[in-house]
């Protein structure tokens, strides 16, 4: 998102045009009314980059129009930034703008913010860095009170740490997050405590267990262990899983298991069809899990065939999707088994095309509710 896209007075006239876009695809679904979440109109987003425009003795953070993507716009404010990331911009471009080490050859700046005031700046090179650069990093992450990270290809320099510590409201209860720089984070905090919060409300508050596919750093499994028996949460990145066992530690959850793998190997392997190894550690054994509730947050093309058959055999969906067609797509199949019972909209991103869809499905016959 460029500055000339913002229009906070606009805000609600572009929220209901692309509700309106979508829910005729969903009605056609017997989909209920959609509960809908707004963002707040600025300050929103916890993560941002910026390409560097060297002019001289000056530096610019810049970005390009989709038009024109030769044309740079000097990024003097950012307003979709959260307040962390638009108290930094200024005082870091003057402080790198005015160090001969720091700057040359310096290519992108990347931010990841938090609600709780942290901040971590990633600074991307065309070239290798030494301990010239660390010294100086240093120096710098003490004067802004931030966390520094240098990048060049092949190397990664961490001065102190390469992550964050995010605190999360959840219906009035408090969690918190460890979020890696290289690990996927919802971009808008505030609304990621609404997408939380009614995950939990729609949670069956059940003695039997959950599988969560695409588990992430745990953003969902947290609070979402709550309302369950025992979790089991897969994700294949290695450096997710990580933190979402570190995240399990920092809120006292002891009833998650993760494991390492994909949501087509969770398939195989709940199927019969295949063993794994990073399987036959789990414990309780996989074997042992009484799974009544199935939960999954898939990337923008949705559930793989194989996925959306093995989700079919859960008494209880819940989806969260970052994209509607592939979503809609998705649910065409699992309504011949499952009617939708709750739907939801989320602004993740203000001021574009993009909703986030949240949508609680019960198996049809089933006369149980997450209410």
């Not at 509960?35 to 000056?58: C, K, L, N, Y």
């Not at 690990?183 to 009614?198: H, K, R």
């Not at 499952?338 to 869809?357: G, N, V």
Request: a negative charge.
């Amino acid at each position: 998102m460029l500055p000339t896209d913002y229009q906070p007075e606009r805000y609600q006239e572009l929220l209901n045009e692309k509700v309106a876009t979508v829910l005729s695809d969903f009605k056609a679904l017997d989909a209920p009314e959609p509960q809908i979440f707004p963002s707040p109109t600025d300050s929103f987003r916890m993560r941002a980059e910026f390409r560097v425009w060297h002019d001289g003795e000056d530096l610019d953070f810049v970005m390009f129009e989709r038009e024109r993507p030769r044309v740079a716009i000097k990024i003097s404010a950012f307003p979709f930034g959260s307040e962390g990331i638009q108290s930094l911009l200024e005082p870091l471009r003057a402080v790198l703008q005015g160090n001969a080490i720091l700057r040359i050859k310096l290519f992108q700046v990347e931010f990841l913010s938090t609600l709780s005031g942290e901040c971590l700046v990633t600074l991307i090179y065309h070239r290798k860095l030494d301990e010239a650069w660390t010294q100086e990093a240093t120096k710098v992450e003490q004067s802004l009170n931030i966390k520094l990270i240098g990048r060049s290809r092949g190397q990664k320099l961490v001065v102190s740490d390469d992550w964050v510590t995010e605190t999360l409201q959840v219906n009035g209860r408090l969690f918190t997050y460890k979020q890696p720089e290289q690990a996927f984070i919802q971009p808008n905090a505030t609304v990621n405590q609404e997408m939380l919060s009614w995950a939990c409300a729609h949670a069956q508050n059940t003695d039997q267990d959950l599988l969560e596919l695409y588990c992430g750093i745990g953003n969902f499994t947290i609070p979402l262990s709550k309302h369950y028996r025992r979790v089991l949460a897969t994700e294949v990145s290695k450096v997710a899983t990580r933190a979402a066992q570190d995240n399990s530690v920092l809120n006292g959850v002891s009833n998650v298991a993760f494991a390492r793998l994909a949501a087509e190997e969770v398939t195989q392997a709940l199927n019969g069809e295949r063993e794994f190894h990073r399987l036959k550690s789990l414990e309780p054994p996989l074997y042992d899990y009484d799974l009544s509730t199935v939960f999954v947050d898939p990337p923008r093309s949705g559930l793989d065939e194989g996925t959306t058959r093995l989700c079919q055999k859960f008494n209880h969906i819940l989806y969260i999707s970052c994209n509607p067609l592939t979503l809609i797509d998705n649910l065409r199949s699992v309504r011949e088994t499952h009617r939708i019972e709750a739907l939801a909209f989320f602004d993740q991103f203000p001021y574009t095309r993009h909703l986030e869809c949240g949508v609680s499905l019960i198996r049809r016959g089933s006369h149980e509710s997450t209410h």
